[in-house]
């Protein structure tokens, strides 16, 4: 005899879920193919690391690396050991990018992050300012500061891109990595990453994995090298991942290198909200003013040559127009 399957077996048996009032709270720090390591009892003297899988009933919401979960079920870290993801707690920031600007389905890359390093190399491959300007309007746009690590000094001087973004109001540090150990000009980002969650952001080949074995040496991420013809850098990072700094309660995040950041969630008023010393100047123009120079009637370059925004409003306000423009532009591969 042939049985019909039943077409409500999905359904639950009841309305009443569970309130899982033991949930334990854990830390993402790794996820692969479904099974997500999260790190419980931080900081205490049974600290360990659990592999949990997703609850049904939060199969539709994105679990990243930072996130703070609730955890139910076996959480002893033993090997073969299976816990429950039952609950995401609210995110204090998060970083988004979509797959180009005219997609409106984004993509969240990482959750609860301090503060963005852009890292971009000086030579080989040669810097990208477009991906870097991008990068950075996502941050600002997550309410995140951000950093820019200029990498591979030892192959060309940072100069030109320490210039250039003066305006914006971001620390630009330089880094080189010499023949035989060590990295040099790491002490100043340490000090900035101390005590913080960051983010670590940039196209393949620019050395985020090198930086990331120099602040954790139990790290061991692979490098790689860039290739000859294209200029461009080989993936060596599948997935995002999250290493504490040693001595220090701060915490860095690896990801994969991008080729693209597409931004569709930002707009100029966003934007212009990092800016916070050009956001007053912006209530006296049109709405849907774009802010840019040719815009009819917007009021930034009144207020700016009034000296409300400083000696370095000009400056800024450059900077603000690039950013701007280039979320305006499109997303494109860089």
Known sequence: MRIRPNRHGTRPRTKDRPSYSDARTGRIITVDRGRYTALVDEDQADERTVTAVRAKELRRRPVVVGDSVGLVGDLSGADGS??????IHDRSTVLRRSADDGDSSERVLVANADQLVVVTAAADPQPRPRLIDRTLAAAFDAGMDAVICVTKTDLAPSDALTELYAGVDVPV?????????????????????ADRTSVFVGHSGVGKSTLINAL???AHRATGSVNAVTGRGRHTSS??????????HGWVIDTPGVRSFGLAHVTPETLLAAFTDLADG???????????????GCALDAW?????????????LDSFRRLV??????????
């Open 82 to 87: 299976l816990a429950r993801l039952v609950r």
């Open 173 to 193: 540090l330089s880094t080189a990595a010499p023949h035989g150990p060590g990295v040099c000009g790491l002490d100043e980002l340490a000090a900035l990453l």
């Open 216 to 218: 954790v040496p139990a």
């Open 239 to 248: 997935s995002a991942i999250g290493l504490r700094l040693p001595d220090t």
């Open 282 to 296: 912006a209530t006296g123009c049109p709405k849907g003013c774009t802010h840019q120079a040719d815009a009819p």
């Open 304 to 316: 700016v040559d009034g000296g409300h925004a400083g000696p370095e409003g000009h400056a800024r």
């Open 325 to 334: 423009g280039s979320v305006q532009a499109g997303s494109v591969q860089v």
